[in-house]
T-cell receptor
Framework: QQQVKQSPQSLIVQKGGISIINCAYE??????FPWYQQFPGKGPALLIA?????SEKKEGRFTISFNKSAKQFSLHIMDSQPGDSATYFC?????????????FGTGTKLQVIP | SAVISQKPSRDICQRGTSLTIQCQVD?????MFWYRQQPGQSLTLIAT?????????ESGFVIDKFPISRPNLTFSTLTVSNMSPEDSSIYLC??????????FGPGTRLTVL
């Protein structure tokens, strides 16, 4: 019940295309859903996050779509660029205020080709 | 935000030896977290380190194998003891800020021969 399932495991997208990464969860106590971007040799960095009271959040070329009834959320990268090539992790945590244990997805390795 | 540094950035060690990884944060934090990321895998929490108390270990991780120190509110160390090739991994230090925003250090890439 604590799992966050992420797909696809890897993704190749042409420059300018849309990259879509999907995550699904079971635990209805999760109420904060961040996405992390990790470049080789670096630690993960927070990219964007959403709470379940909204269905979409956009920051620049990055958008999270959230479907509470389906317990799914996804990351869309518009106009994908080679510099977006990285591994992306979705995550979920069950508490809006204060630290709670974070459950990470298995990661998606994105390659954007010119 | 929080800026986290780790030392060493990478190391190659012999089986049976131990390595201590240092984590320094640029602000005072109550809890610091140590993760393991095996090649191509997700992040697995090893333990939570509170200043002034024993670290709390996750299932599958024990203090004898991964002793942790937390001498003050900006610093922690993780030791990987009696290493085997299965310990080859990236070890990451992490803190929370604001309060859900999680920051990670750059990681320590460990190879055990």
């Amino acid at each position: 019940q604590q799992q966050v399932k992420q797909s696809p495991q890897s993704l190749i997208v042409q420059k300018g295309g849309i990259s879509i990464i999907n995550c699904a969860y079971e635990n209805t106590a999760f109420d904060y859903f961040p996405w992390y971007q990790q470049f080789p040799g670096k630690g993960p960095a927070l990219l964007i996050a959403i709470r379940p009271d909204v269905s979409e959040k956009k920051e620049g070329r990055f958008t999270i779509s959230f479907n509470k009834s389906a317990k799914q959320f996804s990351l869309h990268i518009m106009d994908s660029q080679p510099g977006d090539s990285a591994t992306y992790f979705c995550a979920a945590t069950p508490n809006s205020g204060g630290y709670q244990k974070v459950t990470f997805g298995t990661g998606t390795k994105l390659q954007v080709i010119p | 935000s929080a800026v986290i540094s780790q030392k060493p950035s990478r190391d190659i060690c012999q089986r049976g030896t131990s390595l201590t990884i240092q984590c320094q944060v640029d602000s005072q934090v109550t809890m610091m977290f140590w993760y393991r990321q095996q090649p191509g895998q997700s992040l697995t929490l090893i333990a939570t380190a509170n200043q002034g108390s024993e670290a709390t270990y996750e299932s599958g991780f024990v203090i004898d194998k991964f002793p942790i120190s937390r001498p003050n509110l900006t610093f922690s160390t993780l030791t990987v003891s009696n290493m085997s090739p299965e310990d080859s991994s990236i070890y990451l230090c992490s803190v929370f800020h604001n309060p859900n925003e999680q920051f990670f250090g750059p990681g320590t890439r460990l190879t055990v021969l």
